[in-house]
């Protein structure tokens, strides 16, 4: 199994970029497709982009195309989460997650994913 831990969220003024981060565990890491989701105080999880265990291709939410990148380092056990052009509406508790099963395809339902990690905070200020 991968178990994850998110990192470099930070409070930013709108325009800004953020690189988020995610460190995952397991020798199989590189077999799992991997998501990022974001969650807004009062509102449920929302997927933001993901990424196929060899990174040949990726998905985005309609709202963040073009300003965010998802990538990954399966040498590093680590997944990326470029953030640019930052807007209010983008503050939220980030997570990301590896699917249930590995050689799976991209997905935008977290009930796909599992072993969420702990979140990284981004806030916005306009």
């Known amino acids: 199994q991968v178990h994850v831990a998110e990192s470099g969220g930070g409070l930013v003024q709108a325009g800004a970029s953020l690189r988020l981060s995610c460190a995952a565990s397991?020798?199989?890491?590189?077999?799992?497709?991997m998501g990022w989701f974001r969650q807004a105080p009062g509102k449920g999880r929302e997927f933001v982009a993901a990424?196929?265990?060899?990174?040949?291709?990726?998905a985005y939410v309609d709202s963040v195309k073009g300003r965010f990148t998802i990538s990954r380092d399966n040498a590093k056990n680590m997944v990326f989460l470029q953030m640019n052009s930052l807007k209010p509406e983008d503050t939220a508790i980030y997570y990301c997650?590896?699917?249930?099963?590995?050689?799976?395809?991209?997905?935008?339902?977290?009930?796909?994913?599992?072993?969420w990690g702990q979140g990284t905070q981004v806030t916005v200020s306009s």
């Open positions: 997650a590896p699917r249930r099963e590995p050689y799976t395809a991209l997905s935008n339902r977290d009930d796909y994913y599992g072993n």
């Open positions: 990424i196929t265990g060899r990174g040949r291709s990726t």
């Open positions: 397991g020798s199989t890491f590189g077999l799992y497709t």
